[in-house]
């Protein structure tokens, strides 16, 4: 059975660093894109695919964040940089399985808090 858990959230200050962690288990092939949600899962944070090949983040991230993944496992990273208290939000991990599908599964998130 397919699983997607989050780690890495907290709390810091405006200006702090966090690194988003998303354990991917169960798949019996590389997924083919995976990406990091927030509000609710209504923005596309950053998403990754054709084997980490292509990357997209939404503008308010660029420049801030970056995604990758581990080939290996297929664990998915975040690394925020320069956070903002308008990055505050529950983060969810989601995976793609083909190209064409939907964002079919979901990790239950972690929370990033950045105070001002």
């Known amino acids: 059975q397919v699983q997607l858990v989050e780690s890495g959230g907290g709390s810091v200050q405006a200006g702090g660093s966090l690194r988003l962690s998303c354990a991917a288990s169960?798949?019996?092939?590389?997924?083919?894109?995976m990406g990091w949600f927030r509000r609710a899962g209504r923005e596309k944070v950053a998403e990754i695919w054709r084997?980490?090949?292509?990357?997209y983040y939404t503008g308010p991230v660029k420049g801030r964040f970056t995604i990758s993944q581990d080939n290996a496992d297929y664990t998915l990273y975040l690394q925020m940089n320069r956070l903002k208290p308008e990055d505050t939000a529950m983060y969810y991990c989601?995976?793609?399985?083909?190209?064409?599908?939907?964002?079919?599964?979901w990790g239950p998130g972690t929370q990033v808090t950045v105070s001002s």
């Open positions: 989601a995976a793609k399985r083909s190209d064409g599908g939907t964002w079919s599964d």
């Open positions: 169960g798949y019996t092939s590389r997924p083919y894109s």
């Open positions: 084997g980490g090949s292509e990357t």
